[in-house]
């Protein structure tokens, strides 16, 4: 039986606990190829928790390389890092160990590597690489600054983000040029690549869900007419766009909420949410729970009335759209929030972009038990039909195949 080809895949942290959405992304990708087309290596920084994550590791690859993480990422850096000709967050991942590592595992002959978010790029060689190289862009990046610069309250803000966008634009630009093939999450992102930054060698995967994982279940009340209004809203709260998106929730929509919907309460769901955000939702009275990070978001979502999600800022796909849609949670989002995604307006979601609109949104999910339903069973048939992880996980492998003899 012929040796199947090799493919390097780089990650640019280790990818268990799944704490966040790329690294969910990733490992479902990893999983929906795994005892496929490849023999997989993962090389990523190390577990730094002491764990055994063996059982995990090797559902997603056959082989794990690690280096001990020497990436430095205070708060004096960041500031000195203003400096740099590269973006703060590529330059904050520069890292020896990486470097060396990858020059061991590159030394091997891959047929393929992999490198997961376009600031891995940072931590290949110089040279041009021998092998068919294939970058994983999860959102694009110079568009998420963009978007910054676009939110920046204040002038200075607004000054360091404008410069911070020119160098994204610059790197990425350099960095996927690199790659014989580019793989974004989305139609729209693959066509921003090719329009913004002149990349053609552009693939779209869809977005998948882990549909045995998310499983469907009618609610066992059948949904009350009128409800209270249980919301919940689900992502790690050490990430700015959520942070903005819950800020903005708490500005323009919320008060409109309770007008209607006196009982309403949000629950948010994921990690390190920040003191600021819980001590205002605190002094202002507001029925907000953060739970902090928990192993397992299903039971507060199928809980829940409606998953609440208003992101103005960000970029990709945004795999709790899909989540939420999978377990039957109605949803209500900006166009930014279900941005990538095949879903109609009215048909798997309701789509609002301004504060008094949101609300407006909420309130109508709340006071119509039929609606919610209706919602939930057309949400959840989108993603069996488009959204299903072995769906995406031929699309990757294809892409990596092509020209690759093995």
């Known amino acids: 039986m012929a040796a199947r080809p090799r493919l390097l895949f780089v990650a640019p942290w280790f990818l268990f606990p799944r704490v966040s959405g790329g690294r969910i992304r990733t490992t479902d990708v990893l999983r929906g190829m795994k005892g496929g087309a490849f023999e997989i290596t993962l090389a990523s920084p190390a577990p730094a928790d002491g764990r055994d994550w063996s059982a995990e590791l090797a559902s997603i690859c056959d082989h794990f390389v690690g280096w001990r993480d020497d990436t430095r990422r205070s708060a004096l850096r960041r500031v000195l890092h203003l400096a740099s000709p590269l973006p703060v967050s590529v330059a904050l991942d520069r890292s020896p160990n990486a470097r060396a590592c990858l020059a061991r595992e590159l030394a091997r002959g891959p047929d393929v590597v992999v490198f997961d978010f376009v600031h891995t790029a940072v931590l290949l060689p110089d040279d041009a690489l021998p092998m068919r190289a294939v970058a994983f862009t999860h959102n694009v990046e110079s568009e998420i600054f963009a978007r910054d610069v676009a939110l920046a309250r204040n002038p200075l803000a607004r000054a360091v983000w404008r410069s911070q966008h020119r160098k994204m634009t610059r790197f990425e ?33 869809p977005t998948g869900v882990d549909l045995d994982f998310y499983a469907f279940r009618p609610r066992a009340d059948g949904g009350d007419a009128t409800s209270a209004g249980r919301l919940v809203f689900t992502g790690s709260m050490d990430w700015r766009p959520n942070i903005d998106a819950l800020e903005w929730l708490m500005r323009e929509a919320w008060d409109a909420i309770v007008a209607s919907s006196p009982q309403a309460a949000l629950t948010i769901v994921g990690r390190d949410p920040p003191g600021r955000l819980i001590a205002a939702a605190q002094q202002r009275g507001l029925r907000w729970t953060f739970t902090g990070r928990v192993e397992d978001v299903r039971p507060f979502i199928r809980t829940a009335d409606a998953c609440v999600i208003p992101i103005r800022a960000g970029g990709g796909t945004r795999l709790k759209v899909y989540e939420a849609m999978a377990l039957g949670c109605p949803v209500v989002s900006t166009g930014i929030g279900a941005e990538g995604l095949p879903i109609a307006d009215g ?60």
């Open 347 to 406: 048909e798997h979601y309701l789509r609002a972009d301004a504060g008094r609109d949101f609300a407006a949104a909420v309130r109508r999910l709340l006071g119509d038990a039929a609606l919610r339903a209706r919602l939930a069973t057309a949400a959840r048939a989108h993603v069996e039909a488009n959204g299903s992880l072995q769906r995406v996980g031929r699309a990757f492998e294809a892409i990596c195949l092509e020209g690759v003899t093995g």
């Open 173 to 205: 630009r350099a960095a996927l040029r690199r790659a014989d093939a580019v793989v974004a999450v989305s139609e729209r992102d693959a066509e921003r690549f090719r329009r913004e930054l002149g990349i053609e060698t552009v693939h779209a995967i």
